[in-house]
């Protein structure tokens, strides 16, 4: 009777340890209360959650060009979860004039800013990039992204997109950029292409995945035939030097190059970038640069490279 009443006892433990697994698997995974909090919609990323808003109350020229907010001036919130709570970063497109309202907000929180940079040159009204860390419970993570957002001329609130039917002249537009490039896919009204890290990054012994500010993040705005092309390079030290001076060759302006304040192993280089011109011949400049580097997510442009699409 003793060893049974034994057996009944660990099957019942074990019952109860499953279901608490279960419940903060269910937990970890509810998003909903994330996105009500935050105030704005998401969408799953592996076992994460990314919230992404575009400055819809901001009209930013650079060099008289008009920039798509929902790819250019898109901000986001990513949520990782973690054994005990979440890890989350963010990145926050500002005016200058919300800047110091937002490091202020940032240094009564319990976030970490990692980054402050400007991602454009000559853009009116000026604007700058603030990048941000921390670890919590998701609630608390979420309440402190409002504030953020408080912070900024945002609204607090914001209904889902809706998002239209691709054009047949949108197709045939980027037929020749995907012919260099890969898949790409339509954000608002660019053609996005985005690579990832062959390697891990890790940062404060966390694995860190690539929708958590890690894809290199090619957009191309259509101007008839021609197409204005910025964005972000996300590199490693030594494949930074090289895809730099390839995309200066091919006369690509460098906005400016930032490295986290965090560390990150490896140690990681943003590289922005402005170009106008050709849409093909702008894409076969970037393919070039994709050369230098183990980006993982484009088309090899022979049979001897090893990258795979």
Do not use: C
Not at 12 to 33: C, E, I, L, Q
């Amino acid at each position: 009777m003793k060893r049974l009443g034994l057996v009944l006892f660990l099957i019942s433990m074990g019952v109860v340890f499953a279901w608490a697994r279960w419940a903060d698997y269910k937990t970890n995974r509810d998003w909903k209360t994330v996105e009500q909090l935050v105030g704005y919609p998401g969408q799953a990323e592996g076992d994460g959650f990314k919230i992404t808003v575009p400055r819809y109350d901001l009209n930013v020229l650079v060099h008289g060009s008009l920039v798509d907010s929902r790819a250019g001036l898109a901000s986001w919130f990513a949520f990782k979860p973690l054994p005990r709570g979440s890890f989350l970063s963010g990145d926050l497109v500002l005016t200058d004039a919300e800047v110091p309202r937002v490091e202020a907000q940032l240094a009564s929180s319990q976030m970490t800013l990692t980054a402050l940079y400007r991602p454009f040159n000559g853009e009116t009204p000026g604007v700058e990039r603030i990048s941000f860390m921390s670890q919590g419970a998701r609630v608390l993570l979420a309440q402190e992204a409002r504030a953020l957002l408080a912070a900024t001329t945002m609204p607090l609130a914001v209904s889902p997109a809706t998002t239209s039917p691709l054009s047949p002249a949108q197709i045939a537009w980027g037929l020749p950029l995907e012919k260099s490039l890969g898949p790409g896919r339509w954000i608002g009204g660019n053609l996005t292409f985005s690579f990832v890290l062959a390697e891990p990054v890790t940062e404060a012994n966390i694995e860190l995945p690539s929708y958590i500010g890690l894809e290199t993040m090619l957009h191309f705005q259509p101007e008839g035939k021609q197409a204005k092309a910025y964005g972000e390079w996300v590199l490693t030290q030594a494949e930074a030097q090289k895809v730099v001076g390839s995309l200066m060759e091919n006369h690509i302006d460098i906005t400016g190059t930032h490295s986290n304040l965090i560390p990150q192993s490896p140690s990681m280089v943003y590289v922005d970038f402005w170009a106008q011109g050709d849409a093909s011949k702008l894409a076969r400049s970037f393919k070039e640069a994709l050369r230098q580097t183990q980006l993982v997510g484009w088309t090899p442009g022979s049979q001897s490279e090893t990258k795979q699409p």
